[in-house]
């Protein structure tokens, strides 16, 4: 059974065209995480959602955009890809707590053209 | 400074022996989290064992351990009797504090298993 999925699994886009990956989870979790991860680096986290508290990292590009209407779904918005955002993006989800583990999905791969 | 160091980039070893993959890690707070989690060629990242600071006795999971010296700072993962599928990369990630949810990860180690 699917715990975290994400959608599409594989996703080419062109410079500088918007893109969208989509996240959805069934584990009830309040926490949900998205990364970049690129290729044999550890990921990088891109920012968080505890509920509805929107966390961005300092260092995320103003390019990423993230949305979470509900608990089960998240959203990636790449608003103007660059060659360089080309990467794994791992969703993950948590629950609230420190000492709880994250759940990953299987990773979308963008490629961008 | 390295928060999360992990010294071996790749490692071989034999099916059916035991493995150690070495994690040391640099916090001042007092309450932390370990994790070590394992990335198959497919990409998705698989949690394996979790280490809080004030946890007494190491922990283990199945074939997985977690050696946890605290004093030292380390908190190694062993795989006994290892398997061709364990074949993949492994992070060691750590928490710093109760109310944060961000992780530090290592740089990993590939784990190549030999028939």
């Known amino acids: 059974d699917a715990m975290v999925i994400q959608n599409p699994r594989y996703q080419v886009t062109q410079f500088g065209k918007p893109v969208t990956l989509s996240c959805s989870q069934t584990l009830n979790h309040n926490v949900m995480y998205w990364y970049q991860q690129k290729s044999s680096q550890a990921p990088k986290l891109l920012f968080h959602?505890?509920?509805?508290?929107?966390?961005n990292e300092a260092d995320t590009p103003d390019n990423f955009q993230s949305r979470r209407p509900n608990t089960s779904f998240c959203f990636l918005d790449i608003r103007s890809p660059g060659l360089g955002d080309a990467a794994m993006y791992l969703c993950a989800t948590s629950r609230g707590g420190s000492s709880y583990e994250q759940y990953f999905g299987p990773g979308t791969r963008l490629t961008v053209t | 400074a390295q928060k999360i160091t992990q010294t071996q980039p790749g490692m071989f070893v034999q099916e059916k022996e035991a493995v150690t993959l070495d994690c040391t890690y640099d916090t001042s707070d007092p309450s932390y989290g370990l994790f070590w989690y394992k990335q198959p060629s497919s990409g998705e990242m698989i949690f394996l064992i979790y280490?809080?600071?004030?946890d007494q006795q190491n922990a283990t999971e199945g074939r997985y351990s977690l050696n946890f010296q605290k004093a030292r700072k380390s908190a190694n993962l062993v795989i006994s009797a290892s398997q061709l599928g364990d074949s993949a990369m492994y992070f060691c990630?750590?928490?710093?504090?109760?109310?944060?949810?961000?992780?530090?990860w290592g740089a990993g180690t590939k784990l190549i298993i030999k028939p």
């Open positions: 280490q809080g600071s004030y």
């Open positions: 990630a750590m928490r710093e504090g109760e109310a944060n949810y961000q992780l530090i």
């Open positions: 959602y505890y509920d509805k508290d929107f966390n």
